[in-house]
């Protein structure tokens, strides 16, 4: 594709596109740290990852404002208007990726102060490395401004339902055993929720990818897994056809 | 307004007939387009034919060349002038036609009517180049007379009666023998061009008149062109807007319609009455055709500077060049067309201006060709004037082509115009 | 904490209507004062076309090297308020200025100041391209010919290639320096324009309404020359297309019916106008 003829313009889109991968860069790294403080009970990481958050918040804010003004000043059409608007979208999402991952280490400060839990803390280690990689791999298609690397994030959503569900047993079983591990495993139950919530943002990164690029929505069937109906009900009424699925 | 009584049908039928009336309209107004082009066409075309008809004989005349037998006795080797080479000449041809002259030389007169007076001078001026030629016969050519020259070219005929024609019939037998025997020949009246005005037709150019027109012109051309642009551009361009510069406004505009004649008056009382300059000569005809002249180069240049569109001028000023810079570098050579034009077009006008001449003497007879401003000359106009009014038949179908020389200068000027506009014209 | 940026400015008539409490918003952020030194202050500035007054008592600071741009509809006195700042408004009978005008700190409606060295130093861009029907070479020589500043053909050869290389030009008429500028197409001629009134170095740039009759891809050549140029002379550009002034602009002025109503940060005027008429205008709720 050309130059901008007027080349601030151009300069301005993608010095935006290169802070939202930077963001991305660390968010991915907050969660990477916190599931890591977790699993080795390290609290000084686990006050690093709480204190950067800050600095997530604020990437946020100057990415709103930068797409803003661009949208204000430049007028951008096709292409560039979704690079703007999908930069706007991703940021919301890394910014609330980061505050699960907070949340997330500032739980594993209060699980390092109590026994460790060496079969579910492996779990959740497991767990957050799966969705860390997502994120990885999401915001490497989004670097690299190709689909394929979008789409295959997206189809995989189900594995990290997989995992949740797996260790949403686990840690209920565990409770159950044991009354005095109710106090940690809740947490545990937490963090767990919280990292199901950082996949399902991965895949909305995927979806808004998706639409800057090819400039149509993605439609279809989020994939869940689902071997218990009474736990999840699925909706099953979106007759639009899901492009990974093989027709 | 029921629009329910005006169907698509009937709009569509109402528009039809209206229609044909337009187209019908539009017709007629064409058909008088063409009729009054016609008609103007025709008149030209009508003008022309007669002017041409008239003149075009006057375009070619005769010559004969006499074998003229330098008598030693009759020409003098000191003061060839003085010979009466006129009477040798007649007596001599007339021996060569074999006929007898009586007491009162009367047949010589009638044979002197059939040549012109050049044939004396030429045969002077012969004798003075070389006057080894005494004693022998040397042939002389000069134009005939013009009546014999009108003879030949068919005016005069033996039908009309002998005291109604200005030859008689034993002339015309004279003529007649001179030409079976080769003496005569036709051709291109070239004198027409290169000699100066002649009491005699066959004598008469109008070569005189053209170098005192051309004279005037030129002091036209440098009198009024030069005062009538800078007046144009101060008024145009540097004038204050105010009553003062539309009261001249208004003044130039009604001098461009004053009647020429008037132009000439002023220029007797203020050129020739009051600052004595030399009466017929260029310099005063200039002037006062300058005079006339000023007002519409004027107008011409100021429409012309007008029409300089005021981006160029804003351009200009805005780049910081002063209002005389912007005037000289852009406005004047932009409106250089126009201005050109005008100038062109108001002299030739001024060429063909009579009434003023009329008034400042250059009604009279000039013979010879004018070389300065400040001698007495003739002009085209006058010339016409003058052949006019002449008595000699001959000058008849001269004056006639007289007019169309002038008409051929007119045309030529104004050519001359219409090239340097399309040459000089600009895109902007 | 989000700030709200889309909450609508002070003093909206009729009232909110009733709802969930808007959030607190942060303060707006007010355009503060012109970035960077001032390069030309007007105050008070009003101009009469025989009598009648088109500008009403405009005070103005312009900051040097940037891009100045008045908005406003048709009529409201843009263009009347950039002619006065190279006193082209001289040019016309009848038109009087009053109030100061200077440009680093001098009147330039001084009697001292003579208007043609102004011009010199404050160059116009005029709406439709006007460039002389000379050569290309000619029309970009005109200025420092007429002005002194080259003193040898050699000079005079630099000087017009190093204008026409600065806007944008020399690639394209380089070897055609000879024929008229008139044969070029609309944006070339703009751009031929421009490089005749930095050929006389000057420190301020004019423009009323540069691209209005140019084509999308000729006013974008335009606009990136522009932000070129804004690194060397102060810009002010006038111009009808709100859009435009958002594009090219870092400073911009609102004018209404001869008045200044507001003046601003371009990206302050643009998504938080102070005015309520600005932001009529520039939402196009204007009647």
């Known amino acids: 594709m050309n130059q901008h003829t007027v080349k601030a313009y151009g300069d301005e889109l993608n010095q935006l596109t290169a802070e939202v991968a930077r963001m991305g860069g660390l968010a991915e790294a907050q969660v990477a740290d916190a599931v890591d403080s977790v699993a080795r009970r390290d609290v000084a990481l686990a006050r690093a990852v709480v204190d950067r958050d800050t600095k997530l918040d604020a990437m946020h804010r100057d990415i709103e404002r930068k797409a803003i003004r661009l949208i204000a000043l430049r007028q951008p059409v096709a292409s560039d208007l979704r690079r703007a608007l999908a930069s706007m979208k991703l940021a919301v999402d890394l910014e609330r990726t980061g505050d699960l ?107 808004t990818i998706y639409y800057e690029i090819t400039g149509q929505e993605f439609t279809g069937e989020r994939p869940r897994w689902n071997p218990d109906p009474t736990l999840e009900p699925t909706d099953d009424t979106d007759p639009t056809p899901d492009p990974t699925k093989p027709a | 307004m029921t629009d329910a009584t005006v169907t698509p049908a009937i709009r569509a039928e109402r528009l039809r007939a209206g229609l044909k009336r337009r187209y019908a309209r539009e017709g007629r107004f064409r058909l008088y387009g063409l009729l ?35 008598d030693p006795a009759r020409v003098d080797r000191a003061y060839p002038q003085g010979t009466n080479f006129e009477l040798l000449v007649a007596e001599q041809q007339l021996a060569r036609l074999g006929v007898v002259d009586d007491a009162q030389s009367s047949k010589a007169t009638e044979m002197r009517g059939l040549f012109s007076s050049e044939l004396k001078f030429a045969s002077a001026a012969r004798i003075q180049n070389n006057p080894n030629l005494i004693g022998q ?34 002339q015309i037998a004279w003529l007649d023998r001179m030409k079976a025997s080769g003496l005569v020949t036709a051709h291109f009246n070239s004198g027409l061009f290169t000699r100066g005005d002649s009491t005699e037709p066959e004598l008469a150019g109008v070569l005189g008149a053209v170098v005192g027109s051309a004279l005037m012109l030129l002091v036209t051309a440098f009198v009024a062109i030069p005062l009538g642009v800078g007046a144009a551009l101060y008024l145009e361009e540097f004038a204050p807007r105010g009553r003062i510069t539309d009261l001249i406004e208004v003044n130039i505009n009604n001098l461009a319609a004053v009647p020429s004649i008037i132009y000439g008056l002023l220029g007797l009382a203020l050129f020739i009455n009051w600052m004595h300059l030399p009466r017929a000569s260029p310099l005063v005809g200039g002037l006062v055709l300058a005079l006339m002249a000023l007002p519409t180069i004027i107008i011409a240049t100021r429409s012309s500077l007008k029409a300089v569109p005021p981006s160029i001028r804003e351009a ?109 014209e600009r895109r902007w | 904490m989000k700030f709200n940026i889309f909450r609508a400015p002070d003093g909206v008539e009729g009232g909110a209507p009733a709802g969930p409490p808007v959030i607190a918003a942060p303060p707006v952020v007010h355009s503060s004062g012109p970035v960077g030194p001032t390069k030309i202050a007007a105050r008070d500035v009003s101009v009469f076309y025989n009598g009648k007054q088109a500008l009403y008592d405009v005070s103005l600071d312009i900051p040097d090297k940037t891009v100045t741009a008045l ?67 000619e029309n970009v020589a005109y200025g420092p010919r007429i002005h002194g500043l080259a003193t040898s053909k050699s000079e005079l050869e630099s000087v017009v290639e190093a204008s026409l290389k600065r806007a944008g030009l020399w690639e394209e008429v380089a070897d055609r320096l000879h024929s008229p500028g008139t044969g070029l197409s609309g944006g070339q001629q703009q751009r031929l324009v421009i490089a005749r009134a930095i050929a006389v170095e000057p420190e301020v740039i004019l423009m009323d309404e ?50 200044l109503i507001e003046t601003g940060d371009t990206e302050d005027i643009f998504t938080n106008p102070r005015e309520r008429r600005t932001l009529d205008y520039i939402t196009g709720r204007f009647g």
């Open chain 1, 101 to 207: 991952a907070k949340n997330i280490a500032k739980r594993g400060l209060i699980l390092a102060e109590g026994e460790p839990m060496p079969p579910l803390t492996r779990s959740i280690e497991r767990m957050g490395k799966l969705v860390s990689m997502r994120l990885r791999d999401v915001l490497d298609a989004y670097a690299a401004a190709e689909i394929d690397g979008a789409i295959a994030v997206w189809s995989t959503d189900d594995e990290v339902d997989e995992h949740y569900n797996a260790l949403f047993r686990e840690l209920l079983t565990y409770m159950m055993g044991d009354p005095r591990t109710i106090t940690a495993g809740t947490h545990l139950l937490f963090m767990a929720k919280n990292l199901e919530r950082i996949g399902d943002h991965a895949t909305n990164i995927a979806e």
């Open chain 2, 316 to 424: 200009a000023l805005a780049m910081g060049a002063s209002k005389t810079q912007t005037v000289f570098h852009h406005t004047l050579p932009l409106a250089m067309p126009g201005v050109m034009t005008g100038a062109i077009i108001s002299m030739a006008h001024a060429l063909g201006e009579t009434a003023p001449l009329l008034l400042i003497g250059m009604v009279s007879f000039i013979p010879g060709i004018p070389h300065s401003f400040g001698e007495p000359t003739g002009a085209l106009p006058s010339l016409i004037y003058i052949w006019e009014n002449a008595s000699e038949r001959a000058f008849h179908e001269r004056t006639a082509a007289a007019i169309l020389v002038l008409l051929a200068f007119m045309i030529v000027m104004n050519a001359a115009a219409i090239f340097l506009r399309r040459r000089f």
């Open chain 2, 137 to 170: 016969t040397v042939p002389i050519a000069a134009p005939v007379s013009d009546d014999a020259d009108l003879y030949f070219k068919g005016e005069v005929s033996r039908a009309t009666p002998a005291d109604q024609r200005r030859l008689s019939d034993e």
């Open chain 3, 210 to 259: 540069p691209c209005s009759a140019l084509d999308p891809i000729a006013t974008a050549k335009i606009e990136e020359l522009i932000d070129e140029l804004r690194e060397r002379y102060c810009i002010v550009i006038v111009t009808h297309s709100m859009a435009q002034a958002a594009r090219v602009s870092q400073r911009t002025s609102f004018f209404h019916l001869g008045r």
């Open chain 2, 36 to 70: 009054a082009i016609g008609v103007a066409v025709g008149f030209l075309l009508l003008l022309l034919g007669r002017i041409i008809e008239q003149g075009h004989t006057a375009f070619y005349t005769h010559t004969v060349t006499v074998p003229v037998y330098m």
């Open chain 3, 71 to 137: 908005i406003g509809p048709s009529g409201c006195g843009k263009s009347t308020f950039l002619r006065t700042m190279n006193r082209m408004n001289d040019t016309i009978p009848g038109a009087k200025v009053i109030g100061r005008i200077e440009i680093d700190g001098e009147d330039i409606n001084a009697k001292a100041v003579d208007p043609v060295l102004l011009r010199a130093r404050v160059g116009m861009v005029f709406q439709k391209p006007n460039p002389f029907p000379k050569t290309i070479f």
